[in-house]
Nanobody, 126 residues
Framework: QVQLVESGGGLVQAGGSLRLSCSAS????????MGWFRQAPGKEREFVAA????????YYADSVKGRFTISRDNAKNTVYLQMNSLKPEDTAVYYC???????????????????WGQGTQVTVSS
């Protein structure tokens, strides 16, 4: 069992930055592939970014590529999402997710993940 807790959300103006954190507890964090997803009101949850268990491989949705950076610190059991040049369309609840996977893979499908955090709200004003 893995427990995930997101933090760092808030209200920011367009063009601004936020850094989301997702702290994990319960199991060996370095054995888990991690991902960030988001869900805007009235829309399906969508993939944002993913990182392999070691951190050596990352992958991004086209909509955030070049603006967002996913990273992890396995010593701190934490995965981060640095969000720059934020746009109003980035407004959503952001969720982190975990999947036990020792291989060097990134998981882009939400149904591949076993564990989810409760989400943190990001609101970007125009």
């Amino acid at each position: 069992q893995v427990q995930l807790v997101e933090s760092g959300g808030g209200l920011v103006q367009a063009g601004g930055s936020l850094r989301l954190s997702c702290s994990a507890s319960g199991r060996t964090f370095s054995n888990y592939a991690m991902g960030w997803f988001r869900q805007a009101p009235g829309k399906e949850r969508e993939f944002v970014a993913a990182i392999s268990s070691s951190g050596g491989i990352t992958y991004y949705a086209d909509s955030v590529k070049g603006r967002f950076t996913i990273s992890r610190d396995n010593a701190k059991n934490t995965v981060y999402l640095q969000m720059n040049s934020l746009k109003p369309e980035d407004t959503a609840v952001y969720y982190c997710a975990a999947k036990l996977h020792l291989g060097q893979v990134v998981l882009k499908n939400q149904y591949q993940y076993n564990y989810w955090g409760q989400g943190t709200q990001v609101t970007v004003s125009s």
